[in-house]
DNA sequence: GTACTTGTTGAACG
DNA sequence: TCGTTCAACAAGTA
């Protein structure tokens, strides 16, 4: 499940390799995970050089020389792999490189899409969707953080922080362990935290997100980085996918509740109501 | 066969 | 209006 520090990731590693490289052709084998007109995505595409790699919460850009970019979001299960070849059933998009080089879109679920926009227009598509700030943005402050939870009071703070248009990037492994170092239960509501509180999880949300990326990111299921290496945050995880077993730091049990039709993994002792 | 999983959006509901 | 829950997308695992 590719969140903020599995997208950045994998986009720090293709910024490398991609920067300057060519398209001579795409191969799509599954047309409904394009979401442009399969003719024209093809059109722009080819033929065209790759300038960059960047990211908008868990989405990643990739910018061409042409006016044009690929957007892509990995929903649950994209994995983007750069590779002389290696192609499996659930391989939907490739992108064939004039050196020889390959990078494939493998997808299990198939909720992952592309799509071209016009570079220019970028910024204006995160603005109509609503993109909640960058939290590893040098830019976004406490007070960035206060204003926003204050905006959402009777918001609980676990959902809060998975909704993109709060803030972005966050998803449910992050805001398990965001929380956890937090002591804070996930089903308190914003109004109800205190401003210590709050100053505590937006400095957790900088720490987890930031080590993770420098681990390269979670692979609980079927996350790979773009070389197709999996991520080493996955045993530094404190609560996500350890229910029953014993907190870290207390010894008290961790539990699984549902909040939304999601999991939440706390500590019962260093987490209260 | 059934339940469960997850990112995101959108609908239904109180 | 606000927040919550559910459905939908899909396919694999327990």
Redesign the pocket.
């Known amino acids: ?1 590719p ?1 903020l520090p599995e997208v950045e990731t994998i986009r720090r590693q293709l910024d490398k390799m991609l920067a300057g490289q060519i398209i001579s052709r795409v191969e799509v084998r599954l047309p409904k995970i394009i979401k442009t007109p399969l003719g024209a995505f093809k059109k722009s595409v080819a033929g065209a050089k790759i300038k960059g790699v960047t990211r908008r ?2 989405n990643l850009i990739i910018e061409l020389n042409n006016g044009w970019s690929i957007l892509t ?1 990995l ?2 299960t994209g994995q983007l792999i750069y590779k002389p070849a290696a192609v499996s059933k659930h391989t939907h998009v490739i992108f064939y490189f004039r050196d020889g080089h390959q990078l494939i879109y493998n997808d ?4 992952g899409y592309f799509k071209l926009i016009k570079t220019e227009d970028v910024p204006d598509f995160f603005l109509k ?1 609503k993109i909640g700030p960058e939290p590893l943005a040098k830019d976004f402050s406490l007070a960035d953080f206060m204003a926003i939870v204050k905006n ?5 703070i676990k ?1 809060f922080l998975m909704d ?2 709060n803030i972005a990037g966050i ?3 992050y805001s398990d362990e965001i929380l956890f170092v937090s002591c804070v239960h996930p089903l308190r509501p914003n109004q109800t935290l205190k401003p210590a509180e709050v100053k505590v999880i937006y400095q957790a949300i900088k720490k987890i997100l930031t080590e993770a990326i420098k681990y390269r990111g979670t692979s609980a299921n079927d996350y790979l980085d773009a070389h197709g290496q999996e991520g080493k945050f996955f045993q530094r995880l404190k609560v996500y996918g350890r229910e029953d077993e014993n907190c870290p730091v207390c010894g008290g049990k961790i539990k699984r509740i549902k ?5 939440a993994h706390f500590c019962l002792k260093c987490q209260r109501p």
């Not at 299990?108 to 909720?111: D, G, I, T, V």
């Not at 909040?259 to 999991?263: A, D, F, H, K």
């Open positions: 499940m969140e919460a868990k979001h929903k649950l299990l679920r198939q909720f969707e959402k009071p009777r918001a609980r959902q993109p248009k998803g449910n492994i909040i939304g039709g999601r999991s």
